[in-house]
């Protein structure tokens, strides 16, 4: 085996963002832009020598590529085993599966998750450690700063691999297993759940729809809802993965999910409605004419969990992102068990879940997972409904109308700015953060300011600080405005400001939510002169 230690120059732009290097196609076409990021990485892990990699992507424009430039850099760096996804197939949640399974020392998962593929959209190399979870930020930041002084990546020449065939093959000293992408994933969901039940529940002429939006998720949902479920075929559709996901947008969302949405709301829907995003780890849940959001979803799940398998000895503890609704917190609390608040990003749920503290997370932005892996899984909250489904025999609509009855609802919405100036988006969050003080007890509208912070968290495991998560401006009415920037966005910037608003009173349970939360989305705008700095009077989108 002959390695090359090829001459290179850093790249400036090679940042890890909220969920690893995420650029448009063109830029990771440039040459040695991808050999360059992928031995920083390599450089990161100076124990590798002798380890196992996993290796897989959600199948977009470059995926295939990119897994055979891994493998040679890889063969190049002293690993002694790659496992990589057939077809250079994993979703997001499998991969974390796969690593943690194999006691592999990481995980190279390309994938820009929801974002558009093809050779205009999105791509994205994310790093992911040996407990399976995305690379805290101590180990981004040192991927980063090598990437800005890298001289040279080590590479093995030879021909590509086949990717499509199951089994083993070698690149010099290095083993390459082509695994089933799906076998590893549905062993751990069979452990989980209670499958028998589900099957039963199909059997009984349950129906329903679930959109894997031509992304990586088609293959993993066939064989688990249609083959081993028996749900009919055509239960799963767009199911299979296309380098550009059939020129969709693969968020699962109401607005890019919309024909599952509409089928949803209509007459002939289905029992239940679910979609997941590109890479697998989020999840849209609609019951038929009501759209269960995010936030809501990880409370219900939280508190009906112990009716499956994996999770009957009950919660240690449940974690929900900053900006997501506090439904969970309700919950927690009525179960007696801990709630904690984190950053946006997955990589904070890492530590609470490593110790033990949280069983439960999630995020709303279509994200909900458990200690079963680290990563956030959008087919496993769809099983848990399923699971949930099955055991209460309650419709899902119903289970929704008797959570917020118990619990109160939180009316929620998200406003996205998408692709505003940055300098503009700068000069907004700046604005506010040097307001907080003056803020609380300004009246706008019919509301009253009685909080305003800029969101800090301190690790309860390891004591780490991250400062300025998100600005938080709390209501005496029960409501609530966070704003912060996009961290994954590819263009210019993005804001979101997340709306939401509590209500207990039982006669006041099924209102509008434009209606409901109009008065704090006025105050929104108001508060952070967001039509005048950012010359947008609308949002680009509303979820
Ligand atoms: C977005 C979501 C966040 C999620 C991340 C990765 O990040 O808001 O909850 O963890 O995508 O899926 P953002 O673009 O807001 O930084
Ligand atoms: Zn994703």
């Not at 450089?43 to 290796?55: A, C, H, K, Q």
């Not at 590529?65 to 002293?78: D, F, R, W, Y």
């Not at 994938?111 to 994310?126: L, W």
């Not at 981004?140 to 002084?149: C, E, N, Q």
Request: with cysteine.
């Amino acid at each position: 085996m002959t390695v090359t230690h090829v001459p290179t120059t850093a790249f400036s732009d090679q940042k890890p963002g909220t969920s690893g290097l995420r650029k448009k196609v063109p830029v990771f076409q440039q040459p040695r832009y991808v050999e360059n990021f992928v031995q920083a990485i390599f450089d990161t892990i100076p124990e590798r020598e002798g380890t196992t990699l996993v290796v897989g992507g959600d199948g977009r424009y470059l995926n295939r590529q990119v897994v055979q430039t891994t493998l040679k850099i890889a063969a190049a760096n002293g690993f002694a085993r790659v496992l990589v996804g057939q077809g250079g197939l994993l979703s997001t949640p499998a991969a974390s599966c796969v690593i943690r399974k194999h006691g592999a020392i990481g995980g190279i998962i390309l994938s820009a998750s929801h974002n558009p593929g093809g050779p205009d959209g999105d791509f994205g190399i994310k790093f992911n450690t040996a407990n399976g979870g995305p690379a805290p930020e101590g180990i981004t930041a040192a991927i980063y700063a090598r990437t800005r002084t890298l001289t040279e990546y080590r590479i093995v020449d030879g021909p590509d691999r086949d990717l499509d065939a199951l089994g083993t093959t070698r690149i010099g000293d290095m083993t390459v297993e082509v695994i089933d992408p799906v076998a590893d994933y549905a062993a751990l969901m069979r452990d989980l759940i209670d499958f028998p039940a589900i099957t039963r529940l199909f059997a009984a002429g349950f129906r329903m729809r679930f959109d894997a939006m031509s992304a990586v998720t088609g293959p993993y949902a066939k064989a688990i809802l249609e083959d081993t479920f028996g749900a009919a075929p055509g239960t799963v559709i767009n199911a299979v993965p296309m380098e550009d996901f059939g020129g969709h947008h693969p968020d699962p969302n109401p607005v890019h999910a919309h024909e599952l949405y509409d089928l949803m709301q209509g007459a002939d829907a289905p029992d239940f409605g679910a979609a997941s995003d590109g890479d697998g780890d989020r999840n849209m849940i609609v019951a038929p004419g009501l759209f269960v959001t995010p936030s809501d979803s990880l409370a219900i799940l939280a508190a009906h969990a112990h009716r499956a398998p994996g999770y009957a000895a009950g919660l240690a503890g449940i974690a929900r992102s900053m900006p997501t609704s506090r439904a969970a917190d309700r919950v927690a609390a009525s179960l007696g068990i801990a709630a904690y608040e984190t950053p946006t990003g997955w990589k904070f749920f890492g530590n609470l879940l490593d110790a033990g503290l949280i069983t439960l997370c999630g995020e709303e932005s279509a994200g909900t997972g458990s200690n079963h892996v680290r990563e956030k899984d959008g087919l496993w909250a769809v099983l848990m409904w399923l699971n949930i489904l099955a055991a209460t025999g309650r419709p899902a609509q119903d289970l929704v109308r008797a959570h917020w009855a118990a619990f109160g609802r939180d009316y929620y919405t998200r406003h996205d700015y998408e692709e505003i100036d940055a300098e503009a988006a700068k000069r907004l969050m700046d604005g506010l953060r040097a307001r907080l003080a003056e803020l609380p007890g300004r009246r706008i509208g019919d509301l009253t300011v009685t909080s305003a912070d800029d969101f800090r968290y301190v690790d309860p495991v390891d004591g780490s600080v991250t400062e300025q998560q998100g600005i938080r401006i709390g209501f005496a009415e029960d409501a609530r405005v966070v704003y912060r920037l996009s961290g994954t966005g590819t263009a210019g910037a993005t804001l979101r400001v997340y709306i939401e608003r509590y209500e207990a009173a039982r006669d006041r349970l099924e209102r509008p939510v434009a209606e409901v939360l109009a008065s704090a989305v006025q105050a929104a705008g108001e508060l952070a002169d967001i039509a005048a700095i950012t010359g947008r009077s609308e949002p680009s989108v509303v979820t």
